[in-house]
C-alpha cells in the first residue's frame, strides 16, 4: 500500500511569510522588509497588477493582521525606513569642535593667527556629502565676502558652492585638498580644512558656538529626515537584482532621494534654506 505523506514548506528560524503567501495567493515568498508593505515593490506588484479593487481590499485588511499578529515576534531588521532614520546617525551622535565658531550655513571658523581665520565645512554637512571628485577655490591674494563662495565642492552629480561668513583676502588653500579630495568629507575639522583668510574685521557678530550650531543642526537634520522619509514613501526603489523582489536596496542620501533632490538638498543645507 503507498503511503502518503504530508508536504509542507519549512519557514527558517526567524523569518515570515509574505502576506501574500498567508493569502494564499503566492505559493512561498519570505518577507525581507519587516512587513514594511507600504515600501515593497513585490506588495506594489501585486495590488496593481494581481488584484481587484475588492481582493486589493482584503489584502489590505490581511496585510493590517499580519503586522498585529507578528509585531510582537518578529526580531528587528535593516529595513530600508530604518536605514533612511539611521542616515543621520552618524553625524548626530557626534559633538561639533568646541574651539571654533560656526556659520547658519555649516562653515567653521578658527584664529589660527593674528586677524587670520582657517575654515571648513562642519561634520554635519561633511556627513550628507557624496562622491567628492575635486574641490575648486577662488585664486590666492582675491577678496572673500561673506556670503560669496569661497570654495566650491565638485561631486559625482554637480557642485556645491561653500559661502565664505568671513570678509578679507584669501591668504592660502588646504593644498592636501588637490590630491585627496574626500578628506573634506572624511575629517572636516583637520585635515579637510579648505582655506585661510586675513581679515581686520574678524568673524561676523552673528557667529554661533558649538552649543548653537549643535542646536541649530538638530533641528535642521530632524527636518530633513523627515523630508526623507515622506519622499521614500511615496515612490518607489529603482529595479534591480540586489532584493529577491527586485529592488536595490539605497545606501546613502543620494541613492533616498535621487541625484536632482540630493544636490539641491545640500545646497539648501549649506546656504541655511532648510
Known sequence: MEEKYAVSKVIPEGEFNCI???????????????YECDACPFDQAMRQKSAPASEAASAG?????????????????????????NIFGGPLSRKPAEDRLYSRGHVWMKEVSADVFRLG??????ALIEGVRSVVFPQTGSSSVNGSPCAWVICEDGTLAVQSPVNGIIRSVNPRLM???????????????LNEIRSEEGVPKDSLNSSAIESLSNEQLRRLKQEMLEEFDNRLPAPGVTLLDGGVRPKNLRDVLGPVKYISLLKRLLSDRV
Not at 501574500?20 to 519587516?34: E, H, I, M, Q
Not at 510582537?72 to 530600508?80: A, E, I, R, V
Request: proline share 3%; net charge negative.
Open 20 to 34: 501574500w503567501t498567508d493569502a494564499g495567493l503566492v505559493s512561498y515568498k519570505l518577507c525581507d522588509r519587516n
Open 61 to 85: 485588511k490581511i496585510r493590517s493582521a499580519a503586522l498585529e499578529g507578528n509585531a510582537k515576534s518578529q526580531p528587528k531588521q535593516d529595513t530600508l525606513f530604518e536605514m533612511v532614520r
Open 121 to 126: 565645512i562642519d561634520h554635519y554637512a561633511a
Open 179 to 193: 590630491e585627496s579630495s574626500a578628506l573634506v568629507h572624511l575629517d572636516p575639522y583637520d585635515s579637510g580644512w
